[in-house]
């Protein structure tokens, strides 16, 4: 109870607005409860990898001892022997922050976590089908949560008598505490402010007050959300951009776009 979770990404289509696309899945489920958690993002970047653990360990109402991967590259910068990582260090500032530690499965073994791995088709086959028709991410994401409690009302786990909701508020006790303070899931990156009073990030540019020209400015990028700080000191906020070639400024304390040619 409480020892350990797995982790695996999958994939499925959406219709966003009218549109079709493909998301990335943030498939986790516990070990012994069988407690299911599926977020949904339009990359599987670092941010997307970091953001889907706050999100869980939310939900869960608590941290497991330890989490079982495949050899991510958000997560692994190199393996060594047997299963010996070198490891990234955003995923290691998560892990001393929500205080649980990783296991990684042998180089082309996925199916050492074959339990997550066939929660990922579950998840494909019903909660995909048919494909959800959403305004927002967020909408799809109240959806995803509400189906993950439903299921888990509904499911038995195997060998008991206690469906995998009954079981997994027993778990609940025997996870770790929540830290006092959520850990920021971005990605951080140094900037120089042009003469026009802009950063670039992706091809995207963001602006900043104009005393800031020609000096260096970090950026947190968070999945939607890009934070602008120098001395210490927030000096920006934008909402995130996923086009290309955009431009973005605080006009009045709103974000106008305009393109860039």
């Given at each position: 109870?409480?020892?350990?979770?797995?982790?695996?990404?999958?994939?499925?289509?959406?219709?966003?607005?009218?549109?079709?696309?493909?998301?990335?899945?943030?498939?986790?489920?516990?070990?012994?409860?069988?407690?299911?958690?599926?977020?949904?993002?339009?990359?599987?970047?670092?941010?997307?990898?970091?953001?889907?653990?706050?999100?869980?360990?939310?939900?869960?109402?608590?941290?497991?001892?330890?989490?079982?991967?495949?050899?991510?590259?958000?997560?692994?910068?190199?393996?060594?022997?047997?299963?010996?990582?070198?490891?990234?260090?955003?995923?290691?500032?998560?892990?001393?922050?929500?205080?649980f530690?990783?296991?990684?499965?042998?180089?082309?073994?996925?199916?050492?976590?074959?339990?997550?791995?066939?929660?990922?088709g579950?998840?494909?086959?019903?909660?995909?089908?048919?494909?959800?028709?959403?305004?927002?991410?967020?909408?799809?994401?109240?959806?995803?949560?509400?189906?993950c409690?439903?299921?888990?009302?509904?499911?038995?786990?195997?060998?008991?008598?206690e469906?995998?909701?009954?079981?997994?508020?027993?778990?609940?006790?025997?996870?770790?505490?929540?830290?006092?303070?959520?850990?920021?899931?971005?990605?951080?990156?140094?900037?120089?402010?042009?003469?026009?009073?802009?950063?670039?990030?992706e091809?995207?540019?963001?602006?900043?007050?104009?005393?800031?020209?020609?000096?260096?400015?970090?950026?947190?990028?968070?999945?939607?959300?890009?934070v602008?700080?120098?001395?210490?000191?927030?000096?920006?906020?934008?909402?995130?951009?996923?086009?290309?070639?955009?431009?973005?400024?605080?006009?009045?304390?709103?974000?106008?776009?305009?393109?860039?040619?």
């Open positions: 109870m409480g020892q350990q979770f797995q982790f695996d990404w999958g994939e499925a289509n959406i219709v966003l607005k009218g549109r079709t696309l493909r998301v990335y899945l943030f498939c986790i489920q516990l070990s012994a409860s069988l407690m299911r958690f599926v977020r949904a993002y339009l990359h599987e970047k670092q941010e997307a990898f970091l953001d889907g653990f706050v999100h869980t360990f939310e939900f869960f109402g608590g941290v497991p001892t330890e989490g079982l991967y495949d050899n991510l590259k958000t997560a692994v910068q190199k393996i060594l022997k047997g299963r010996n990582r070198i490891e990234q260090e955003t995923f290691l500032a998560l892990q001393a922050h929500y205080l530690k990783s296991e990684f499965c042998n180089v082309r073994s996925g199916n050492e976590k074959g339990r997550v791995e066939g929660t990922v579950y998840i494909r086959r019903n909660a995909f089908v048919p494909i959800p028709e959403v305004q927002s991410m967020q909408e799809l994401n109240d959806f995803l949560k509400a189906w409690l439903k299921e888990s009302e509904r499911t038995m786990v195997p060998n008991s008598k469906t995998v909701a009954q079981m997994w508020e027993n778990e609940k006790g025997y996870l770790h505490s929540l830290p006092d303070q959520v850990f920021e899931p971005c990605k951080l990156i140094s900037c120089q402010v042009n003469k026009t009073y802009l950063i670039t990030i091809t995207n540019q963001y602006s900043v007050p104009c005393k800031f020209v020609g000096k260096d400015v970090w950026a947190k990028i968070f999945v939607d959300q890009v602008i700080v120098a001395q210490n000191q927030l000096i920006a906020e934008h909402y995130r951009s996923y086009e290309r070639h955009q431009m973005f400024t605080n006009l009045n304390q709103r974000c106008t776009r305009l393109l860039i040619f």
